[in-house]
T-cell receptor, first 115, second 112 residues
Framework: DAGVIQSPRHEVTEMGQEVTLRCKPI?????LFWYRQTMMRGLELLIY????????DSGMPEDRFSAKMPNASFSTLKIQPSEPRDSAVYFC?????????????FGPGTRLTVL | QKEVEQNSGPLSVPEGAIASLNCTYS??????FFWYRQYSGKSPELIMF????GDKEDGRFTAQLNKASQYVSLLIRDSQPSDSATYLC????????????FGTGTQLKVEL
């Protein structure tokens, strides 16, 4: 399997612009997670989906952030409008059903810089 | 609030020594415990997981879980410079589905 795929790998944008990050989970995984990692705050869970349905979005910082999962093989995280404090590495991860262990497998991440 | 605590380090050990990384968690009902390794500029990768009290060994790595004391540790035997990385402890809490809470990580430096 190719693992979790994320695009783009790097994104540089200006404040106020819309940013869309993309993720393809491992085939057969029921869960998909979006994380943000910064030096100051570490790895933070933003939102996660089970069978394409958002389960917990309590980590989404504010209304500027939104996430969708239209099907089992694709998810997006959108920031509109973007701000410099959104600069971070955004990871997508996927996992199987909890009864199969619950191990999360991470994608390579998207490094976002908002100028 | 469910918390996972780690010493940020850096923890420096000489090559060939045993590195001991520790993690404590707040929820007594936690069910699953994971150790991830993250090299600078890379994504976290799973080293091992543990669900039951006691020790679990995988090659040079041993995970130790003590639910009564609410801590989990990772021992790395015969440490190598390639083990230099940040180690993240992650805990799956009761009723959280597959949701994990991560510690902030411990930076390990293995010196020649």
């Amino acid at each position: 399997d190719a693992g979790v795929i994320q695009s783009p790998r790097h994104e540089v944008t200006e404040m106020g612009q819309e940013v869309t990050l993309r993720c393809k989970p491992i085939s057969g995984h029921d869960y998909l997670f979006w994380y943000r990692q910064t030096m100051m705050r570490g790895l933070e869970l933003l939102i996660y989906f089970n069978n394409n349905v958002p389960i917990d979005d309590s980590g989404m910082p504010e209304d500027r952030f939104s996430a969708k999962m239209p099907n089992a093989s694709f998810s997006t995280l959108k920031i509109q409008p973007s701000e410099p404090r959104d600069s971070a590495v955004y990871f997508c991860a996927s996992s199987e059903n909890p009864h199969s262990g619950g191990t999360q497998y991470f994608g390579p991440g998207t490094r976002l810089t908002v100028l | 609030q469910k918390e996972v605590e780690q010493n940020s380090g850096p923890l420096s050990v000489p090559e060939g020594a045993i590195a001991s990384l520790n993690c404590t968690y707040s929820d007594r009902g936690s069910q699953s415990f994971f150790w991830y390794r993250q090299y600078s500029g890379k994504s976290p990768e799973l080293i091992m997981f543990i669900y039951s009290n006691g020790d679990k060994e995988d090659g040079r790595f041993t995970a130790q879980l003590n639910k009564a004391s609410q801590y989990v540790s990772l021992l790395i035997r015969d440490s190598q410079p390639s083990d230099s990385a940040t180690y993240l402890c992650a805990v799956g809490f009761t009723g959280g589905g597959n949701k994990l809470t991560f510690g902030t990580g411990t930076q390990l430096k293995v010196e020649l």
